[in-house]
C-alpha cells in the first residue's frame, strides 16, 4: 500500500520505508509523492531573499560583536552593523507575510502539538522530512529573530559613559539608558547560546541525517528525494524584495535622521 500524502512532510523508519505521518495539522512542508524522486533531481525551495536575509544577518551580528571587543574607536561601525540587523529583521517579519511559500511564516510556524510529535518522531528513530524549517526549527528561527531585534533595538538607547552613545539615547533619561545598555549586553549571551544551538543542530542534520541544509541556504536548492519536487517555488519575487529592503533602509534612516543626538558621556548632575 503506498504511503499516505500529507501537507506535514513524511516521517520515515531507519531503512527508509515511508511510515505514516503524526500531523494532521496545518503544515506548510507539502505531501511528499509516493514514487521515489529520482536522485540527482534538485528543488528550489529558499528564495534569495530569505538566503540574502539569513547570511547578512549572520554577517552583521559577527561584525557588530567584533566591533564591540575592538573598542570605543569602532563604535561607529558597532552602530552601522546594528543598523543593519534592524533593517534585516524588519524585512524578515514582513517578508514572512508577503514572500514565497516556504519564507512566510503560516507555512512553517506550528503550534505546541505540532512540535511535540515531532520531538517524538525523532525521539522514535523516524526520519523526518521537510521542505522549510521543521517545527522545533521554526521556533529557533523565530527566538533569534525576536532577540537579535530586541538587542539591536536595545542598542539605539545605548551609552558608554565614555565618548559614545546611541542615536535614541537622547530620548531617555541616564539611567534608562545605562540600564538598556546593560540589557543590551547581556542579551548577547543568550543569542550566542541559542546560535551555538543552532549550529550544532544544522551539523547533526548534515552529518548524521544527510540532509544538505548548508548547501540548500547558499543554493536554495534541496534533492526532491528529500522534499518532493511539488514542493518547489518558481519565483522569488525579488522586484518586492528589492522595494522593501529600499524602503525599510530608506524610512529607518530618514527616522534616525530626525531624531535628537544625545550628549554622549555627559552625566545628568
Known amino acids: 500500500m503506498a504511503p499516505r500524502a500529507t501537507r506535514a512532510g513524511l516521517f520515515e523508519d531507519r531503512q527508509g520505508r515511508a511510515m505514516t505521518t503524526l500531523e494532521n495539522d496545518r503544515l506548510s ?3 511528499q509523492s509516493s514514487a521515489p524522486a ?4 534538485k528543488a528550489k525551495v529558499w528564495d534569495w531573499p530569505t538566503r540574502f536575509f539569513h547570511w547578512s544577518l549572520a554577517a552583521s551580528f559577527i561584525g557588530a560583536f567584533v566591533t ?3 573598542g570605543a574607536s569602532y563604535f561607529v561601525y558597532h552602530l552601522w552593523f546594528g543598523y543593519a540587523v534592524i533593517v534585516l529583521v524588519i ?9 514565497t511559500r516556504h519564507a512566510r511564516f503560516h507555512n512553517f510556524v506550528r503550534g505546541p502539538r505540532s512540535v511535540l510529535r515531532y520531538l517524538s518522531a525523532v525521539g522514535r528513530g523516524l526520519r523526518t522530512r521537510y521542505a522549510g524549517h521543521n517545527p522545533l526549527g521554526a521556533l529557533m528561527a523565530l527566538a533569534l529573530l525576536f532577540t537579535l531585534g530586541v538587542q539591536a533595538a536595545l542598542g539605539l538607547f545605548g551609552d558608554d559613559e565614555i565618548f559614545n552613545a546611541g542615536p535614541l539615547a537622547g530620548l531617555v533619561s541616564k539611567e534608562t539608558s545605562l540600564a538598556l545598555t546593560s540589557l543590551h549586553r547581556k542579551i548577547f549571551y543568550v543569542i550566542a547560546a541559542a546560535v551555538g ?3 550544532v543542530a544544522v551539523l547533526v542534520h548534515v552529518t548524521i541525517k544527510g540532509e ?9 536548492h534541496k534533492p526532491t ?24 533602509s530608506a524610512a529607518f534612516a530618514l527616522a534616525l535622521h530626525f531624531v535628537p543626538q544625545a550628549d554622549a558621556g555627559l552625566s545628568d548632575y
Open 197 to 199: 544551538v543552532h549550529i
Open 225 to 248: 528525494h528529500l522534499v518532493g519536487a511539488e514542493d518547489a517555488i518558481v519565483s522569488s519575487k525579488s522586484w518586492l524584495a528589492i522595494f522593501l529592503l529600499l524602503a525599510i
Open 38 to 41: 529520482a536522485p540527482g533531481r
Open 68 to 70: 564591540n571587543k575592538l
Open 91 to 99: 524585512f524578515r517579519v514582513i517578508w514572512g507575510f508577503v514572500g
Open 212 to 220: 544538505p541544509l548548508i548547501r540548500a541556504m547558499v543554493t536554495g
Open 29 to 31: 512542508s507539502a505531501a
